[in-house]
Each structure stands twice: as structure tokens, then as C-alpha cells.
């Protein structure tokens, strides 16, 4: 095997891999996938599932603090009609992350 066989080698090992068939389901806006597979000596696949997973429930560029105590998240994807920031007292921010 040449050098660069090997390199080439190593580095497709640490790609996620998933089945051709999508194992996914979607619930609320919210989607789940489950056709990611890890192998157990996989290290670097490993730290970047928990990277993944250990990301900050939400963005403090779109979060402002508002007169009056209250607090403005904006939302990424408000729709037609309705409003682009959630306006909320640090409580009622709290309980909406705390129910996810």
C-alpha cells in the first residue's frame, strides 16, 4: 500500500457512515436521525458526535437584552406572518429551555 493509499485510508475512517436508507423520523419541526454508526476505536468520530451534542441550545448573536428587564431571541425561521423575535421575561427563557 502506498502512502498516500493510507492517508486516504485513515481519513475515510473517521466519515460518518450511514446506511442508503435514511432511519429518521420528524416530530414538531424537530428531526431525529439514528442511521449514524460509530465504529468503538473510531476516537475522532467519537469526539465529534459529543462536540455535536455538547453545542449550546441557542445563539447568543440572535438573543438582546430589552428594556425593562425582558429579553428578544430572534427566530431563525418565523414564517409568513408571524413574528421574527420571541419576546420573553429570563423565566419564561428558562422554562423554554429547560422543556427541550
Keep these: 500500500m502506498r502512502l498516500d493509499e493510507a492517508a486516504d485510508d485513515a481519513r475515510d475512517q473517521h466519515v460518518l457512515r450511514g446506511p ?3 432511519d429518521a423520523v420528524e416530530h414538531h419541526g ?3 436521525e439514528a442511521s449514524v454508526h460509530i465504529d468503538g476505536d473510531d476516537d475522532i468520530g467519537r469526539e465529534r ?3 455535536y451534542g455538547a453545542r449550546p441550545p441557542l445563539s447568543l448573536d440572535r438573543l438582546r437584552h430589552l428594556p425593562g428587564g425582558r429579553l428578544a431571541y430572534r427566530v431563525k425561521n418565523a ?3 408571524r413574528s421574527k423575535a420571541r419576546i420573553m421575561t429570563p423565566l419564561e427563557l428558562l422554562a423554554r429551555l429547560s422543556a427541550t
Design 30 to 32: 424537530f428531526n431525529v
Design 20 to 22: 442508503a436508507v435514511r
Design 79 to 81: 414564517g409568513r406572518g
Design 49 to 51: 458526535l459529543c462536540r
